[in-house]
């Protein structure tokens, strides 16, 4: 199994990283919680270009609260769903300045006791926001995951579980943008570059038309 990641991580070189990972590297929880709302449903270009906009005009809950619903939508626009998406945005922000001090919580039952965080989110925001061991399992994960033999599950919550039993923690909180990266790029849902891929032996191709 680490020698697929090995590969993976070889593969994935020269590939831009999904959109959240990048906003990660300022290691503020926050923004991460606040890009992976936005990167719902998604392109990763418009999470990061949303994203940036976003936080240069506020980057912490008490800025944002001090920006109406409005200028939030124009802010964030064309984010999926932005109509909404502005309005958890407001909700969170408060919540964390009311409950929390304006920090946001590094534990897994808290941040999915907060409106609009689920586990997807909630790992995330754990693993690069707080450099706290958490698998993250999206589409690509968990179809990957299945594609490759690793697990063989029928959602995203089960891939989860299930990888934790097989995968090293060291291995957790990079997993995601390792397999989102390779899934956006190289293994795709319908079509996959299986002919050009270094992985192909070490892949069991579970689901992908064997014949082409």
């Not at 990957?144 to 039993?165: C, D, H, M, Y």
């Amino acid at each position: 199994m680490l020698r697929t990641i090995r590969s993976i991580k070889e593969q994935i070189k020269g590939y831009i990283v999904p959109s959240v990972t990048q906003i990660s590297k300022k290691r503020d929880a926050y923004q991460v919680l606040i890009s992976c709302i936005l990167s719902l449903r998604t392109k990763d270009k418009t999470t990061i270009q949303a994203s940036q906009r976003l936080f240069k005009a506020a980057a912490n809950p008490k800025s944002m609260l001090k920006l109406t619903v409005t200028r939030i939508k124009e802010l964030i626009y064309p984010v999926g769903f932005y109509r909404n998406k502005s309005r958890v945005i407001l909700d969170l922000s408060r919540k964390l300045l009311n409950d929390y001090s304006g920090k946001v919580p590094d534990c897994l039952d808290e941040l999915l006791s907060l409106k609009g965080v689920g586990r997807k989110t909630a790992n995330l925001v754990l693993g690069l926001g707080f450099g706290v061991p958490a698998i993250c399992v999206d589409t690509h994960v968990h179809r990957i995951s299945n594609r490759l033999g690793w697990v063989k599950t029928n959602n995203p919550e089960e891939t989860e579980f299930a990888l934790q039993k097989i995968i090293p923690k060291s291995q957790w909180i990079r997993l995601n943008t390792i397999l989102v990266t390779f899934g956006q790029n190289l293994c795709l849902p319908l079509s996959p570059f299986c002919s050009k891929c270094n992985v192909y032996k070490l892949c069991k191709r579970r689901g992908v038309d064997k014949s082409r």
